[in-house]
């Protein structure tokens, strides 16, 4: 554990064939093909806010049936709020940047915001094996969104990048994520490879996994045995 987080999802996921993974934050989807070759035959929801960066997300994914793409943030409410676009696309976010930032912010998009209770809702999802989410320090509203799923236990995984440096205006402490994530019934599995800045450890990837999940986990690999 805790070398390769795609391995660790397979891991967990134990002979799951086709798991449903939404991939929040998607760029122009170099995780949605990460997840392709390592579930070829999973479904995947791609969420991209930027007009332009989409496009190349449509593009890059129109030959794939399992993923599709959704041109629309994800946030704790339906709403349209403010994208702000930077030139590298990756370090675009909903929040402002600071002092770690880099790249410079080239417009202003306003575009619209769904929560993950309402697509799942839409959608017709029971149950959301991974959701992946890279938003650049917003990834908090993002569950805040996916609160009445957590509470019914539909989402198994969650994978995200974390931020600890000054590198977005607002982005929430370590400590807030993980008191939210721990009473919405999820333990931490590991930190990934950390990232530094002046000698400080600046972003990380992080794997949580639902409690009730790993249990049933536990349970079928006993009775495999």
């Not at 946030?75 to 002092?99: I, V």
């Not at 993950?116 to 839409?122: C, G, S």
């Not at 049933?216 to 045995?225: E, F, I």
């Amino acid at each position: 554990m805790g070398v390769n987080p795609f391995r660790d999802m397979k891991y967990f996921l134990h002979g799951q064939k086709s798991p449903i993974i939404l991939d929040v934050g998607a760029n122009s989807g170099q995780t949605a093909k990460q997840f392709r070759r390592v579930f070829p035959d999973s479904t995947i929801h791609s969420f991209e806010p930027s007009p332009s960066t989409y496009e190349k997300l449509k593009t890059r994914c129109a030959r794939f049936s399992n993923v599709k793409t959704w041109n629309c943030g994800v946030g704790a409410a339906n709403a349209t709020l403010t994208f702000q676009e930077n030139d590298h696309s990756d370090m675009s976010s909903f929040l402002t940047p600071s002092k770690f930032c880099w790249g410079q912010i080239i417009r202003q998009t306003e575009v619209p915001v769904i929560s993950l209770d309402t697509f799942a809702r839409e959608q017709k999802l029971d149950f959301i094996h991974i959701l992946k989410s890279d938003t650049q320090g917003y990834d908090l509203e993002v569950f805040k969104g996916a609160s009445r799923l957590m509470d019914e236990n539909r989402i198994g995984m969650i994978y995200f990048e974390f931020i600890f440096s000054d590198m977005y205006k607002g982005s929430p402490p370590f400590h807030e994520m993980f008191l939210f994530l721990s009473q919405k019934n999820f333990s931490l599995v590991t930190f990934y490879e950390s990232n530094f800045q002046q000698d400080l450890v600046s972003w990380t990837d992080v794997l949580f996994v639902n409690r009730d999940y790993y249990q049933k986990r536990l349970n079928l690999r006993a009775a495999a045995k």
